[in-house]
């Protein structure tokens, strides 16, 4: 595994957000509309959204009036987060964080209702770098708060192809995916209650994903 590769993902990423600032549009992801349902459904107001990217979730998330601090290891993504929510007049609702999430995340334990995070578990980290977010994800969440996350999966058509990275990591067109099975969700179960896993595709390829929805006990 060529760590050096995957730590040269945070450049990748930050020449296309400059780049390509709506890249991802402005419509919710269809992890958002969901993760939404689901937070209102607890009495969740504010979360905690890690890697946000250029913000279409953030953005949607405020105007449905739940606060967000968003984080990012891109200080050009965090910019246009920032932007954005001056633009709709949503700064009340948003916050932001320059966060890298290999690092120890910078909240008290059991001081966090909820945290959402689209394509984040299944970026460029090692099966122990998702292990070590998971596991601050749990430190932090209150008892009986949410953690929903999205992964694209092994039934995507570009696993197994491109470059092989180490583990289930591959690259095609310069980003590098871990992609995740069954058995990789449920591994990341400790601590936590499963509410539904569902599977769901994206955009025109299309990329096909896990919605993982757990509960903190």
Known sequence: ???????????YWEANFSEKPM?????P??????????FEEENIKEIVELGAGLGRDTIFFAKNK????????SSTAIKIIEEKARDN????????????????LPYEDNSING?????????????????????EILRVLKP?????????????GDYKKGIHRGEDMYENDGFIINFFSEKKV?????????????NFEEGSFPRKLFLVQNKKL
């Open 23 to 27: 890249m991802f549009g402005l419509a």
């Open 115 to 135: 945290i959402f995070s689209h394509m984040l578990y299944c970026m460029a980290l090692t099966n122990a770098e998702i292990k070590k977010l998971n596991n």
């Open 186 to 198: 449920n591994s990341l179960l400790d601590g936590f209650k499963n509410l539904n896993t569902t």
């Open 89 to 104: 007049n949503l700064s009340k609702f948003i916050s932001t964080k320059h966060f890298d999430i290999r690092d120890k």
């Open 66 to 73: 739940i606060k967000v601090e968003a984080l990012d290891y």
């Open 29 to 38: 992801s269809v992890a958002a509309l969901a993760a939404l349902k689901r």
């Open 144 to 156: 009986g708060g949410i953690n929903i996350y999205t992964a694209r999966n092994t039934n995507d």
């Open 1 to 11: 595994m060529d760590q050096n590769k995957l730590n040269q993902q945070s450049d």
